[in-house]
């Protein structure tokens, strides 16, 4: 069963343009993508749930075909309420091969009837990861050229705060 579109699961913590230019190019392949921003208990997210949701939905406006939801929970529960059956991960380096390769294992163990696309990312966003973002901007730097505007406010308002 193929529901039509993909499903591009992360914590976005912020949502960067290496993770638009993944979109966009599901977008090519899928006539939808819907991007789910859940939680990773593996992180210390710096952005509530409905905070980086709020930044993804401002930051995607206009881009036809996305949906933009929030799941608190495991990726193969939200799989199966709606339906779908194909995830996106996007691959920079070996070391996040090794780290989705075991989530894709898992999830399939878990729910069979899904399957898992890897897509390289682009090469002028190799090194971008939302973990740097952060860093450098707590350092003072600019990311303006990493980050959609939206973000950059949140990440104002957030460093405002400290």
Known sequence: MNSGFIV?????DPIT????DLIER????FPRVHVVVMENPRKTSLFTLDEKYEMIDESLKGLEGVTVEKWEGLLVDYMRQTGARVVLRGLRAFSDFDYEFQMALANKYMCPEIEIVFLMTNVKYHFLSSSLVKEIFQMGGDVSRWVPP????YLEKKLAKK
Request: net charge positive; no cysteine.
């Open 8 to 12: 591009y699961p992360g914590s976005f």
């Open 17 to 20: 343009y290496g993770h638009i």
């Open 26 to 29: 599901a977008l090519r392949i």
């Open 150 to 153: 939206p973000v950059l406010r």
